[in-house]
């Protein structure tokens, strides 16, 4: 097994030997370094220790996890035999020890050497094991985690910044925690000293974790605090610690000797673009190309390049005509969400040109193409709503305009998207074509694109004039009416929602040859 780790190519091998001699060097670093803490005081050893070892601790997991994507050798290459899940695991522990897994050895009994007490140098010995266990345990636990990210790379891609980050910052401390006592690094201390009420913190925060209350257990033994019964008792938790990881390794061994037939399909791979982020159904399929296209259409990211100036233009004009601030502030936000709700949804199947021969082809149901087309508008309206309301608070200046803001701009949105549904499945009218500036409208001899437009506003504002009245009665006499208008706005925007993608979806089913005649003709 060992033989075949270095049967790579060359410029591998290579690698492979500079990592093993780096890992070798590093234990000789750190059996030297427990020796050289030996002629400090407790405190001192107690902090670099369990700094020190908080850090190699996390990085046996970081590192695999960062560097493994595929086995050396697979716990299913041993189906054919006659060996349980318990006896496979363990000899997978056995095979950790040929190679660089025997340098956890050393490094386990390094904290041996760093004390001088009677007490704490026995409880170092009965924690060395325990130490031993839990590095090999964590690095096999970050190989199974890091081999199954082979099939998630943007995960897998966000995992290994996350490590490298974490690495590095755990790096600073341990250096920060050594440099006091190591000649020409007192600029390091004189660094750190804005953060100092932290890096004094931080050993004992982590004695308190899994990751270092093994590497502490020795200093609560020591003659500075003097608590041996701790210390034991730390062992005791050590070794629950141990069990715990070793019944995890267990059950990831016996998921990878699970019969084929129980593992889920893989999704199929080389899926583009939004569409791997979706579940794979028509309603996430349709939802994934809408949201391309408010992403990539010009016709629709119009819609974000208006969106800014309207709160501007807004307040200039009442600024200009003396509305207080107060009361100016809280007109911008309705009006941006129901612009975003109804500005495309309410001709969409017109934006889509011939993209509709796709779901007639495909015999997409209207409610699944009416669900997914929401999708898009429900995700930039949460988004604008959870941005829009607290500054809108804030520059009116009393919290309890939260409630009927929100019920007025839920009723808004979900009532433009529910109004828009309906209406861009039943009176479709001539949009801008694909590639086309946003604002260009095309000549078409009897288009209805005005009536649509006036009438699908209307509509929605109606669905909103529950939470506008009760807005209004809180606005002049206070009480529960802002609650009152918050739970209006989202009932009525809840059923124009519904009623809407459900009208729409059975106009779509109805009037699908229809449809697909408009779309390419216009």
């Not at 583009?272 to 296209?293: D, E, I, K, M, N």
């Not at 999708?375 to 988004?383: A, I």
């Not at 109004?419 to 604002?439: L, Q, T």
Request: net charge positive; glycine share 10%.
């Amino acid at each position: 097994m060992l033989a075949n780790g270095f049967r790579r190519k060359p410029s591998q091998v290579v690698g492979l030997v500079i990592v093993i001699l780096l890992a070798v060097g590093g234990t000789l670093l750190v059996w030297g370094g427990s020796i050289w803490l030996s002629q400090f005081d407790d405190l001192f050893v107690i902090r670099a220790v369990v700094t020190v070892g908080s850090w190699m601790t996390v990085a046996a997991f970081l590192l695999p996890v960062m560097a493994i994507r595929r086995p050396t050798l697979s716990p299913r290459a041993f189906l054919g035999y006659d060996l349980s899940p318990l006896a496979i695991g363990l000899a997978f522990l056995m095979f950790a020890l040929v190679g660089p897994g025997i340098l956890l050895i050393p490094i386990a009994f390094a904290p041996v050497n760093a004390w001088t007490d009677d007490t704490s140098v026995q409880v170092a010995w009965a924690a060395a094991p325990l130490l031993f266990l839990q590095g090999l345990l964590t690095i096999k636990v970050g190989r199974s985690a890091g081999i199954a990210l082979r099939r998630r790379p943007r995960l897998a891609s966000g995992v290994d910044f996350f490590g490298v980050l974490v690495l590095v910052l755990g790096g600073i401390a341990v250096l920060v925690e050594l440099a006091p006592r190591i000649p020409g690094l007192l600029w390091v201390v004189r660094a750190a000293r804005p953060f100092k009420e932290f890096f004094n913190a931080l050993p004992q925060w982590l004695a308190a974790t899994p990751m270092g209350m093994l590497w502490a257990a020795p200093g609560h033994a020591s003659s500075m605090i003097d608590q041996p019964q701790l210390a034991w008792q730390t062992v005791g938790y050590g070794v629950v610690l141990v069990l715990v990881l070793l019944v995890a390794w267990f059950a990831l061994v016996g998921l990878e000797l699970r019969p084929t037939r129980r593992l889920a399909g893989p999704r199929r791979t080389r899926v583009p673009g939004l569409f791997a982020q979706f579940p794979a159904s028509p309603t996430g399929a349709v939802a994934a190309r809408s949201l391309t296209y408010w992403i990539r259409d010009p016709r629709y990211f119009a819609v974000f390049a208006v969106l800014p100036l309207i709160p501007v233009l807004m307040l200039l004009v009442f600024s200009v005509g003396g509305v207080p601030f107060p009361i100016a502030v809280l007109v911008p936000l309705p009006v941006m969400v129901l612009l975003l709700a109804w500005s495309t949804l309410h001709n969409d199947v017109a934006y889509d040109s011939t993209a509709v021969w796709q779901h007639v082809a495909a015999g997409t149901r209207g409610s699944h193409d009416r669900r997914g087309r929401a999708v898009p508008v429900l995700l930039w309206g949460v988004l604008l709503l959870a941005i829009g309301i607290p500054l809108t608070v804030w520059g009116h200046g009393d919290i309890a305009i939260a409630a009927p803001l929100t019920g007025v701009c839920v009723a808004l949105l979900l009532g433009g998207i529910g109004i828009g549904n309906a209406y861009s499945a039943r009176f479709p009218y001539a949009a801008p074509r694909p590639g086309d500036p946003a604002w260009q409208a095309p000549q078409v001899a009897g288009s209805q694109g005005g009536v649509a437009q006036a009438m699908s506003i209307l509509l929605t504002l109606i669905v909103a004039l529950p939470a506008l009245l009760a807005s209004a009665v809180w606005w002049v006499e206070g009480g529960m009416w802002g609650w009152i208008a918050l739970a209006a706005g989202i009932a009525s925007g809840v059923l124009a929602f519904v009623a809407g993608v459900r009208g729409g979806g059975a106009s779509f089913d109805r009037r699908s040859p229809e449809l697909l005649a408009f779309t390419q003709r216009n």
